[in-house]
């Protein structure tokens, strides 16, 4: 679990909270200082091939992560963050392929998060987190609309843009203008 600040990005950041690798790199800070703080978290599609979506309580849409906890590893961490905020239970068919994104938060942290694309037959997402207003499945035409941060979106074209060429399982992450 976070902080309800955590998803509040610096409104100074046009890209706001980029969470992708064609993000808020704008400065010198690498992702391996110390200050940065890791997380991991879902891409999660519905037997149908929606996506799923929080909407946060400050009105942002957003997809679930989390802070890394413990010994987790970012698989485990990913999949507990998607039950916790949604309800969802979900699974990862290709644990070895994820994309990194990272961003600074609006209380200055650097954030690293490791996403993975994950599926789930759960139909109907529950909210247990007064953090989450709503949860649910889009298209993801719509959900490319509706995504807040614009680093959302691009993480979300990507992992679309590698399902659909087939892209061989690999880590990927993007660099400031989206390529690996």
């Not at 979900?90 to 070895?96: G, K, Q, R, S, V």
Request: aromatic share 6%; proline share 9%; net charge negative.
């Amino acid at each position: 679990m976070r902080p309800a600040d955590d998803r509040q990005d610096d409104p100074q950041d046009d890209q706001r909270g980029a969470p992708s690798g064609a993000s808020a790199h704008r400065d010198s800070l690498s992702l391996t200082d110390p200050g940065t703080v890791r997380g991991a978290g879902g891409v999660v599609f519905d037997a149908s091939g929606r996506v799923l979506v929080l909407l946060h309580a400050n009105g942002d849409r957003v997809f679930p992560k989390g802070h890394l906890e413990g010994s987790e590893t970012p698989l485990q961490a990913a999949l507990r963050e998607v039950r916790e905020e949604s309800g969802i239970k979900a699974h990862c068919p290709e644990p070895h392929r994820s994309w990194t994104t990272a961003y600074r938060n609006s209380s200055g942290t650097q954030r690293q998060i490791t996403w993975f694309a994950c599926t789930t037959d759960d139909p109907t997402p529950a909210l247990t987190e007064e953090l989450f207003r709503e949860a649910y499945f889009l298209p993801p035409a719509e959900a490319l609309e509706q995504l807040t941060f614009a680093a959302d979106r691009q993480l979300l074209a990507r992992i679309l843009e590698d399902a659909a060429q087939g892209t061989p399982p690999a880590t990927s992450t993007p660099t400031e203008n989206g390529a690996p």
